[in-house]
Protein backbone atom coordinates (compact mmCIF):
# COMPACT_ATOMS: atom_id res chain seq x y z
CA UNK A 1 0.00 0.00 0.00
CA UNK A 2 0.96 3.19 -0.93
CA UNK A 3 1.48 6.29 0.94
CA UNK A 4 -1.32 8.10 -0.74
CA UNK A 5 -3.89 4.98 0.01
CA UNK A 6 -2.76 4.59 3.60
CA UNK A 7 -3.62 8.68 4.06
CA UNK A 8 -7.30 8.08 1.74
CA UNK A 9 -7.85 5.32 4.25
CA UNK A 10 -7.57 7.46 7.34
CA UNK A 11 -9.17 10.29 5.58
CA UNK A 12 -12.21 8.03 4.68
CA UNK A 13 -11.98 6.46 7.96
CA UNK A 14 -12.52 10.25 9.69
CA UNK A 15 -15.18 10.85 7.70
CA UNK A 16 -17.29 7.66 8.27
CA UNK A 17 -16.04 7.47 11.86
CA UNK A 18 -17.84 11.05 12.54
CA UNK A 19 -20.86 10.67 10.34
CA UNK A 20 -20.94 7.16 12.67
CA UNK A 21 -20.88 9.02 15.42
CA UNK A 22 -23.37 11.89 15.05
CA UNK A 23 -25.64 8.96 14.45
CA UNK A 24 -25.11 7.58 17.81
CA UNK A 25 -27.47 9.55 20.26
CA UNK A 26 -25.98 11.35 23.48
CA UNK A 27 -22.13 12.43 24.41
CA UNK A 28 -19.66 9.36 23.45
CA UNK A 29 -16.50 8.69 25.59
CA UNK A 30 -13.73 7.84 23.21
CA UNK A 31 -11.33 9.66 21.45
CA UNK A 32 -10.75 10.75 18.17
CA UNK A 33 -7.91 7.97 17.49
CA UNK A 34 -10.78 5.83 18.45
CA UNK A 35 -12.93 7.42 16.23
CA UNK A 36 -10.84 7.22 12.92
CA UNK A 37 -9.93 3.72 14.20
CA UNK A 38 -13.28 2.63 14.24
CA UNK A 39 -14.47 4.46 11.01
CA UNK A 40 -11.28 3.17 9.24
CA UNK A 41 -12.67 -0.74 9.89
CA UNK A 42 -15.51 0.13 9.56
CA UNK A 43 -15.26 1.30 5.95
CA UNK A 44 -13.27 -1.61 5.16
CA UNK A 45 -16.15 -3.89 6.51
CA UNK A 46 -18.69 -1.83 4.73
CA UNK A 47 -17.30 -1.90 1.30
CA UNK A 48 -16.78 -5.66 1.92
CA UNK A 49 -19.97 -5.93 2.34
CA UNK A 50 -21.28 -3.83 -0.35
CA UNK A 51 -19.15 -5.66 -2.58
CA UNK A 52 -20.34 -8.98 -1.76
CA UNK A 53 -24.04 -7.33 -2.43
CA UNK A 54 -22.70 -5.99 -5.91
CA UNK A 55 -23.98 -2.58 -4.76
CA UNK A 56 -20.65 -1.15 -4.30
CA UNK A 57 -19.95 0.25 -7.93
CA UNK A 58 -23.12 1.69 -9.05
CA UNK A 59 -23.59 4.46 -11.68
CA UNK A 60 -22.73 7.78 -9.35
CA UNK A 61 -22.53 8.02 -5.34
CA UNK A 62 -22.32 4.78 -4.17
CA UNK A 63 -25.29 5.56 -1.28
CA UNK A 64 -26.28 2.13 -0.20
CA UNK A 65 -22.37 1.17 0.53
CA UNK A 66 -22.47 4.78 2.49
CA UNK A 67 -24.99 3.67 4.65
CA UNK A 68 -23.90 0.54 5.38
CA UNK A 69 -20.21 1.81 6.23
CA UNK A 70 -21.77 4.69 8.35
CA UNK A 71 -24.25 1.94 10.12
CA UNK A 72 -21.08 0.06 10.98
CA UNK A 73 -19.47 2.75 12.39
CA UNK A 74 -22.65 3.56 14.67
CA UNK A 75 -22.45 0.23 15.99
CA UNK A 76 -18.64 0.18 16.11
CA UNK A 77 -18.26 3.38 18.27
CA UNK A 78 -21.86 2.67 20.85
CA UNK A 79 -20.11 -0.53 21.53
CA UNK A 80 -16.95 0.72 21.82
CA UNK A 81 -18.56 3.60 24.07
CA UNK A 82 -20.43 1.16 26.38
CA UNK A 83 -17.19 -1.06 27.43
CA UNK A 84 -15.32 1.97 28.29
CA UNK A 85 -17.90 3.47 30.40
CA UNK A 86 -17.94 0.36 32.52
CA UNK A 87 -14.30 -0.01 32.94
Known amino acids: ME ?5 SAIVIGLIIGVLGRLVVPGRQ ?3 VLWTIVVGIVAALLGSAIA ?5 ADTKGPDWIEW ?3 IALAAVGIA ?5 RVRH
Open 79 to 83: ALDRS
Open 67 to 69: FIQ
Open 29 to 31: HIG
Open 51 to 55: AGFGV
Open 3 to 7: ISGII
